[in-house]
């Protein structure tokens, strides 16, 4: 029987060095949801997407997908994971020297031995379901930021994957490619019946499509909540998050010696 | 901290540092080998690298060939006839372009012209999270990106050195002959005596076939390793061309000496 979260990560901790990124995250991904992970640059959401992948191993805890243990898999147990997998990567990562309909085609015909008429036919749809039908034959130089990113959706979802991740899926977007990102994860993840976890630090966005949302500061989960839950919440951190204000548990300022020690350093 | 501790401290990290260095791109090596059935079950893979490392690089080796042979046939002229030997000039050429500048400058033009285009794409493809990408999608980088460069570099060596050896000849026929005017005959018929195939062309290729190896992996293990910064490709291009072209001119040194031992 399908387990009932798709990925589970349990007393995570991870780091570079004595620098710790995350200690001690707990966090679930139920099947078919679509949750949020959110928080300040440099807090380690990028690399909790790459902890699920098995791109990189956790100093202590477990991150579970589908039930398996992913740094305890080796190469090809890993691997099988990913074939469940899809991800977009923040600036679309497209192969430059593939054509849009290569790029999407790429995963199809590494991994399956489909005839070329019926990649044709899948591509196709994958593009069409991202509104890119039309720009099959482009190179990824000739798309537009917003293009690159809708064309790299259509390559995660090329395969059907149970599990689609977003790494800051509407990074200098204009407003139209966001609202068009915006409902494509939502709609895609409903019409696969995948499970989306996204990281982003857009809160209108995530706030609109997501069923569930972490906030991770400090290297910790911060808050975690619907929504609706999180909008009303008065916790300082995710008050000054929601509402954008420049000081508050995020200090305005780097930590640093005294003002006045660093002027006078120099006289 | 004592200056002279710092010192020793600085060479220790540089030690540590290119061993280091050396076991990775080793280790990169070996899963290249690892890897090589699944660049040659995708040849396709394979022949678009030999077209753009291999048939791209023939310009510069052609016209560099042509001009080192032209040149080779003045310099040689001008020694021989102080000895009365200037029909020896086909030898000469000959001889200089097959063991050891056809493979040695065709090595230091590859590692320019191909080994940096190399670097630079492998170094921007990870730059631009493409690798990531790929392994993200259960496909190995290794396998279809590094390991038909790998083969590409390699095959095209050896028929870039020979190549230049050819033309390089014809440079240096071109000068003694028609311009000299060194006999037609003697040109030929002292080459064909003088040059021996085992030796002489085969040893030529050996060389180019490690220097291809050696080349093709400095480069393809610089943009693997490269910091996915502009800043960071920049340098590892550099370093492309000065480790191959060392390397190269090492390795030269040690074939030739085993070479000649036999």
């Known amino acids: 029987m399908a387990q009932k979260n798709i990925v589970e990560i349990k007393n995570l901790s991870f780091g570079y060095g004595n620098f710790m990124l995350h200690k001690d995250i707990s966090m679930v991904f139920p099947r078919g949801k679509v949750t949020a992970i959110m928080g300040g640059s440099g807090c380690g959401k990028t690399t909790i997407l790459r902890l699920i992948g098995g791109q990189i191993k956790p100093k202590a805890g477990q991150v579970t997908v589908d039930g398996k243990i992913v740094h305890k898999q080796d190469r090809q147990g890993i691997y099988e994971l990913r074939r469940k997998m899809g991800m977009l990567?923040?600036?679309?990562?497209?192969?430059?020297?593939?054509?849009?309909?290569?790029?999407?085609?790429?995963?199809?015909?590494?991994?399956?031995k489909l005839p070329e008429s019926m990649i044709r036919d899948l591509v196709l749809m994958k593009l069409n379901a991202v509104g890119?039908?039309?720009?099959?034959?482009?190179?990824?130089?000739?798309?537009?930021?917003?293009?690159?990113?809708?064309?790299?959706l259509a390559r995660?979802?090329?395969?059907?994957?149970?599990?689609?991740?977003?790494?800051?899926?509407?990074?200098?977007?204009?407003?139209?490619?966001?609202?068009?990102?915006?409902?494509?994860?939502?709609?895609?993840?409903?019409?696969?019946?995948?499970?989306?976890?996204?990281?982003?630090?857009?809160?209108e966005e995530a706030f609109s499509f997501a069923d569930y949302i972490y906030f991770v500061a400090d290297g910790s989960v911060a808050a975690e909540g619907t929504p609706k839950e999180l909008s009303k919440s008065k916790?300082?951190?995710?008050?000054q998050f929601v509402h954008g204000e420049k000081d508050g548990p995020v200090p305005f300022h780097h930590n640093a010696p005294s003002y006045k020690k660093d002027i006078y350093e120099w006289v | 901290m004592n200056p002279i501790f710092k010192i020793l401290s600085n060479?220790?990290?540089?030690?540590?540092?290119?061993?280091?260095?050396?076991?990775?791109?080793?280790?990169?090596?070996?899963?290249?080998?690892?890897?090589?059935?699944?660049?040659?079950?995708r040849i396709h893979l394979t022949i678009r690298e030999i077209y753009f490392t291999g048939v791209m690089s023939l310009i510069i080796i052609v016209v560099s060939a042509f001009f080192v042979g032209m040149v080779l046939g003045?310099?040689?002229?001008?020694?021989?006839?102080?000895?009365?030997?200037?029909?020896?000039?086909?030898?000469?050429?000959?001889?200089?372009?097959?063991?050891?500048?056809?493979?040695?400058?065709?090595?230091?033009?590859?590692?320019?012209?191909?080994?940096?285009?190399?670097?630079?794409?492998?170094?921007?493809?990870?730059?631009?999270?493409?690798?990531?990408?790929?392994e993200m999608m259960a496909i190995s980088p290794i396998a279809r990106i590094i390991s038909p460069r790998f083969w590409a570099g390699v095959i095209s060596m050896p028929i870039l050195a020979s190549i230049f050896s050819m033309v390089g000849v014809m440079g240096g026929y071109l000068v003694a002959v028609p311009i000299i005017g060194v006999d037609h005959g003697a040109f030929w018929s002292q080459m064909n005596v003088n040059v021996d195939f085992r030796i002489d062309v085969i040893n030529g290729l050996i060389k180019s076939?490690?220097?291809?190896?050696?080349?093709?992996?400095?480069?393809?293990?610089?943009?693997?390793?490269?910091?996915?910064?502009?800043?960071?490709?920049?340098?590892?291009?550099?370093?492309?061309?000065?480790?191959?072209?060392?390397?190269?001119?090492?390795?030269d040194f040690i074939l030739t000496s085993f070479m000649m031992s036999n």
Request: aromatic share 8%.
């Open chain 2, 209 to 251: 076939f490690v220097f291809g190896v050696a080349c093709t992996i400095i480069a393809l293990y610089e943009g693997y390793d490269a910091p996915p910064t502009a800043e960071g490709v920049s340098r590892a291009t550099t370093r492309t061309v000065v480790t191959s072209s060392l390397t190269v001119l090492g390795l």
């Open chain 1, 132 to 152: 890119l039908r039309g720009a099959h034959k482009l190179m990824p130089t000739e798309l537009s930021g917003g293009m690159a990113r809708r064309v790299a």
């Open chain 2, 11 to 41: 060479i220790g990290n540089q030690v540590t540092s290119r061993i280091w260095r050396l076991g990775s791109a080793t280790r990169l090596f070996c899963l290249t080998l690892i890897y090589s059935s699944e660049s040659f079950r």
């Open chain 1, 156 to 203: 995660a979802i090329a395969l059907d994957p149970d599990i689609i991740m977003y790494d800051e899926p509407f990074a200098g977007l204009d407003p139209i490619s966001m609202a068009v990102i915006c409902d494509l994860i939502r709609t895609l993840n409903d019409a696969l019946g995948a499970t989306s976890i996204i990281v982003t630090h857009d809160v």
């Open chain 2, 74 to 134: 003045l310099q040689g002229y001008y020694t021989l006839q102080k000895y009365g030997s200037s029909e020896s000039i086909g030898v000469l050429v000959a001889l200089a372009l097959l063991r050891e500048l056809g493979p040695v400058v065709t090595a230091l033009l590859f590692a320019g012209r191909a080994g940096t285009a190399i670097t630079a794409e492998i170094g921007l493809m990870k730059a631009t999270e493409q690798l990531s990408a790929m």
């Open chain 1, 89 to 112: 990567f923040q600036h679309g990562a497209l192969f430059t020297d593939l054509s849009v309909f290569d790029n999407v085609a790429f995963p199809m015909r590494e991994h399956t």
């Open chain 1, 235 to 239: 916790l300082p951190f995710v008050h």
